[in-house]
């Protein structure tokens, strides 16, 4: 059982940027591949971001590479999504999942098994 926290949200304007953090409980943060999820009002919930449970990996949308940048301290049980350049279409409600996965290597896109409550990301114009 994992329970994630989203931080770091908040109201910025466009060009600016934002660091979120997702704290993990648990002494198994290390085993779990980690993920960034986002939904926009009326929209459904769309990939981020994702990192292997070694760090050794990523996978990003591929209209967000270059600007997000995903990583993972195990010691602190965190995962963080940097983000840049922020535009007012990345306005979201942004989600931290977990996967518990064997591969060193796999940031997995789907089926993960437990979510935060998100935070509110606004880029105004």
């Known amino acids: 059982q994992v329970q994630l926290v989203e931080s770091g949200g908040g109201l910025v304007q466009a060009g600016g940027s934002l660091r979120l953090s997702c704290a993990a409980s648990g002494r198994t943060f290390s085993s779990y591949a980690m993920g960034w999820f986002r939904q926009a009002p009326g929209k459904e919930r769309e990939f981020v971001a994702a990192?292997?449970?070694?760090?050794?990996?990523?996978d990003y949308a591929d209209s967000l590479k270059g600007r997000f940048t995903i990583s993972r301290d195990n010691a602190k049980n965190t995962v963080y999504l940097q983000m840049n350049s922020l535009k007012p279409e990345d306005t979201a409600v942004y989600y931290c999942?977990?996967?518990?996965?064997?591969?060193?290597?796999?940031?997995?896109?789907?089926?993960?098994?437990?979510w935060g409550q998100g935070t509110q990301v606004t880029v105004s114009s």
């Open positions: 999942a977990a996967e518990l996965t064997l591969g060193p290597y796999i940031a997995p896109r789907r089926g993960y098994d437990y």
């Open positions: 990192i292997s449970w070694s760090g050794g990996a990523t």
